[in-house]
């Protein structure tokens, strides 16, 4: 069953948007010890999509946005990777052993050559411990699977949609890699225990925050959208999601300044016009805020940019071929 989760993951920390395919692929093999010899696509010379990551001293997780159906070939792994599936369909396969679906964790090892399938609109999670995190010897063998690591990471990429500062992002990144270790090492995890579905009147709230990048905060105006009185809105999601409806307002704001900072479409970054466009007319005060929210300065996160997209040049040209219809 393909996993049907609909929020972007680790959106926040969106790195690289709107890439084309040859360049998308060297970005993955720069940031994840992936490299792809060739794929094929429906639109090879048009934008794939983009990719976020997060890096702690436990390792990183990546997540790569698929916009279009692709089959990626000839895969190679540098580094002991656990693959998985958070939305769509998508599916690994060894030369002679056959095919798996991702919608389970399973662990690629170091000198692994597989292929992979994604659907469009799939989005595949990619977990990278730092060597010294995994204290078990390397595994060896193909479709070695870690079903208990599915519900630790739909967990941990929910409460990443409502993390409250780079601080505690990087906290359940942490958190999310040593769970790994320990099962990857014969222990046991546990997780918070399941909470159920978010109250409906606070998701028509956070929809409407979400769904609308030209609406003004208005309290008011969301509680009555929402069906509940101002002050129960205000604990509601204080309580449920652990912020406040501004402070999630205010989130999506900087999510959306950033997301225009990492178009690699876009020649320049003009910081000052994309914060002036979403409200923030203090230029100090934004950069504060985005520091906080991301844990760098939107200048760096310019900076960071560029020289990936300078670093992915001078790697070797993966093959991408047209993908004909079934």
């Not at 049907?4 to 993955?28: F, G, H, M, P, S």
């Not at 089959?71 to 095919?99: D, N, T, W």
């Not at 934004?286 to 992915?312: D, I, K, M, N, Q």
């Not at 040049?313 to 993908?323: A, F, I, Q, S, Y």
Request: proline letters at 5%.
């Amino acid at each position: 069953m393909p996993n049907t989760r609909t929020n972007q993951d680790l959106e926040a920390y969106v790195r690289i948007d709107r890439v084309c395919c040859k360049q998308w692929l060297r970005i993955i093999g720069l940031i994840s010890d992936l490299s792809v010899a060739r794929c094929r696509s429906h639109q090879v010379s048009k934008p794939v999509s983009g990719m976020a990551w997060l890096t702690t001293s436990a390792g990183r997780v990546i997540c790569l946005h698929v916009g279009q159906k692709m089959e990626v070939v000839h895969c190679r792994a540098s580094a002991q990777l656990l693959l998985f599936s958070s939305a769509g369909e998508a599916s690994i396969s060894y030369p002679g052993v056959g095919s798996h679906s991702l919608d389970m964790p399973i662990w690629v090892c170091p000198g692994d050559d597989f292929d992979l399938k994604l659907s469009e609109n799939s989005r595949l999670v990619v977990l990278k411990p730092t060597p010294g995190l995994l204290t078990t010897a390397p595994l060896v063998r193909a479709f070695h699977q870690m079903p208990d690591m599915a519900p630790v990471i739909n967990h941990y990429l929910e409460s990443m949609r409502f993390y409250i500062d780079d601080a505690h992002a990087r906290a359940l990144t942490r958190g999310l890699l040593e769970q790994l270790a320990s099962l990857q090492a014969g222990a046991s995890v546990s997780i918070a225990p399941d909470t159920g579905p978010l109250d409906r009147r606070l998701l028509r709230a956070i929809d409407k925050i979400e769904q609308n990048p030209t609406w003004e905060f208005n309290l008011e105006e969301l509680a009555s959208y929402a069906g509940v009185c101002e002050r129960n809105l205000y604990y509601l999601m204080k309580n449920s999601v652990g912020m406040t409806p501004y402070r999630f307002f205010q989130r999506q704001r900087l999510i959306r300044v950033r997301r225009r900072l990492v178009d690699c479409q876009s020649s320049e970054s003009h910081i000052s016009w994309y914060a002036a466009d979403e409200g923030f007319s203090h230029l100090g005060r934004f950069s504060a805020l985005y520091r906080e929210h991301f844990g760098e300065l939107p200048s760096t996160t310019v900076r960071c940019r560029e020289r990936l997209c300078e670093a992915e040049k001078g790697l070797g040209e993966p093959c991408c071929e047209m993908l004909e219809e079934n």
